[in-house]
């Protein structure tokens, strides 16, 4: 029961309850010793009374009134004159006296918790103001030990009654809580409990329905969390049924392209010019085919390999990419230019490097052909002591928001109607096996620019070194 909420509630809500109670406890034990020393003075008042009606009574009839006032001897100050109005003997000596005419209330509690606290029975005096100004002043001696016991009952029936309070106090906090908040979050555990037995079903994602605000925002939380956790097991079950049918094409292309390397050899035989020039370029584009189909069968594999990573002429890689790519633009008004330093040498992986630039070199020309406008598309190169910053670039429309906001998601970052958002994707993962980053510099009217940042040393690069060199592209 402890280690539940609700059985924690109730136990709680007691103890509160009565250490209120206990708060209100001793004012009240100060206060009924009060009353109960202000009502033996008007008692004794009374049977002093009766003196004053005849001047002479026996000894057994004022016996009898000190007994009833629960007193052993009443004075009366009436004009300035003090007389001994009922008298009996004193079993012991007056140990206090209390004055009731003008008591604080710190005083009156301290006095209070003295006295409960004190188990001696003795004699007190307690003086006080006559009722309906009967007298100046009116002073009694009486015992200490009806009091205490008085005041001991009247402590135990306040306990009592403040545990019959805290039971019941806390029986209706419970039943309330219950109602309006362990059970709403029993149902939100039990929704949790039910979408996560199939997080691919869209009918188990709960619906807000609490009244309370707290508990409905956090429906609406979960609700949000389950959908988006839906959408991406769904997502990522897309993939792996893409992944492996690539896998199958893959694998039958290979063979396809196989067979179409060994004609290739054959033609660069050929003694015709063109042939002879051109076929070294279909040797290239086949090999990397292959090499591609061989990647993505082990990707199906879950076993990507590393970049082998050796030194390469940067230009010779962005000139056959251009190459490439200015016979898909044929026809088009595009311009490719390659701006790379003389002799500027990177260390990456040739084959992947080139999928890097034929991606984004790609996408730029594709956005030119959809925009049905002359530009052009160029890659420039510089390097400092920390790494090399390939800058490509274009003329065309820039990317749409939605591009942006999903740009390296694969199915999602596609920048035109039926594009797939595979290029940047894949682009970012081989350039990240590189250590080094794949970025938006800026897109708009006027163009995109995309840079990529291959580090040296160590391979690795630290934030500062990428935040700063990034802001000297954009900038």
Not at 5 to 15: K, W
Not at 147 to 176: H, K
Not at 383 to 410: C, M, N, Y
Not at 441 to 460: E, M, N, Q, S, W
Request: charged share 25%; hydrophobic share 45%.
């Amino acid at each position: 029961m402890f280690n539940s909420l609700s059985g924690r509630l109730i136990v709680l809500t007691i103890i509160f309850v009565m250490i209120a109670e206990v708060l209100i406890f001793v004012p009240s034990i100060a206060r009924f010793r009060e009353d109960y020393l202000m009502n033996r003075l008007e008692r004794a008042q009374i049977a002093s009374l009766v003196l004053l009606a005849d001047d002479m009574i026996d000894q057994e009839l004022e016996a009898e009134l000190l007994e009833n006032a629960g007193v052993f001897n009443v004075v009366l100050r009436r004009d300035q004159v003090r007389q001994l109005m009922l008298a009996s003997d004193l079993p012991q000596p007056i140990s206090q006296t209390f004055d009731m005419r003008d008591n604080s209330p710190v005083l009156l509690i301290r006095d209070a918790l003295t006295r409960f606290t004190s188990p001696e029975n003795e004699v007190i005096r307690v003086i006080g103001a006559p009722v309906r100004d009967a007298g100046l002043l009116i002073e009694i001696t009486m015992e200490t030990g009806p009091l205490r016991m008085a005041m001991i009952d009247y402590g135990i029936r306040i306990l009592i009654l403040s545990a019959v309070i805290s039971i019941v106090t806390a029986s209706l906090l419970f039943v309330a809580m219950r109602a309006l908040l362990l059970k709403p979050i029993k149902r939100v555990v039990g929704h949790m409990q039910n979408y996560a037995a199939a997080p691919e079903d869209a009918r188990r994602i709960i619906t807000p329905s609490a009244s309370v605000t707290e508990l409905r925002e956090a429906e609406e939380a979960l609700q949000k969390l389950e959908t988006d956790l839906t959408q991406a097991l769904r997502q990522k079950d897309r993939l792996a049924q893409l992944g492996s049918a690539v896998s199958k094409i893959s694998h039958d292309l290979r063979n396809i392209l196989t067979s179409a390397q060994l004609f290739t050899d054959r033609i660069e035989m050929s003694e015709d010019p063109t042939v002879k020039r051109m076929a070294p370029k279909l040797v290239g584009s086949i090999t990397r085919a292959v090499h591609l189909c061989e990647s993505t069968l082990a990707f199906g594999r879950a076993e990507e390999p590393s970049p082998t990573l050796t030194v390469l002429p940067l230009a010779d890689v962005v000139e056959e990419v251009i190459d490439g790519e200015r016979l898909a633009a044929e026809g088009a008004e595009i311009g490719f230019t390659c701006a790379v330093p003389f002799g500027m040498t990177v260390r990456a992986d040739p084959e992947q490097l080139y999928r890097v630039l034929a991606n984004l070199l790609r996408n730029a020309r594709q956005a030119l052909l959809a925009a049905g406008r002359p530009g052009e598309i160029s890659v420039d190169a510089r390097e400092d002591d920390a790494a090399w910053w390939i800058e490509v670039s274009d003329t065309g429309p820039g990317l749409p928001p939605k591009a942006q906001e999903h740009l390296f998601r694969p199915f999602q970052g596609g920048a035109r109607k039926g594009g797939s958002g595979l290029g940047l994707a894949i682009s970012a993962e081989l350039i990240r096996g590189h250590g080094g980053t794949l970025e938006l510099a800026g897109t708009g009217p006027d163009g995109t620019r995309f840079v990529i940042c291959l580090p040296k040393g160590d391979g690795t690069l630290t934030p500062g070194v990428i935040e700063e060199a990034t802001r000297d592209v954009v900038a």
